[in-house]
């Protein structure tokens, strides 16, 4: 699906009409894309282009004055699934690159 499938209300948002959540001038939603699943996406305030980024299982965190992107925060999934978590409930760390894009840390 398309970002404007998945969240219809971001579609054509005004540039700057939504507050930065990450990386300065980005915003981050969480849409929900059923039982532990979320659909990350990303609007790029200053022009109000969106990209959909990768999918979470358990959330994801993140900072306004940092570009790395955790999702499923171990704190997350424990909570979610207590002390045995099932083998695909993993911490996924990703950057911010300055051309928009994700770059996943390994």
Excluded: M
């Excluded at 971001?10 to 980005?26: I, S």
């Amino acid at each position: 699906k398309t970002l404007e499938e998945l969240s219809p209300e971001l579609a054509g948002a005004e540039p700057g009409a939504t507050q930065a959540n990450f990386a300065q001038c980005w915003h981050v939603t969480e849409i929900s894309c059923g039982t532990s699943c979320a659909q990350i996406a990303l609007t790029y305030l200053p022009t109000g282009e969106q990209f959909s980024g990768p999918v979470a299982t358990v959330g994801a965190t993140f900072r306004v004055n940092s570009r790395l992107l955790v999702l499923n925060p171990a704190e997350n999934i424990v909570e979610a699934f207590g002390d045995s978590p099932p083998q695909w409930a993993v911490t996924e760390h990703f950057v911010l690159q300055p051309d928009g894009t994700l770059e996943q840390v390994r």
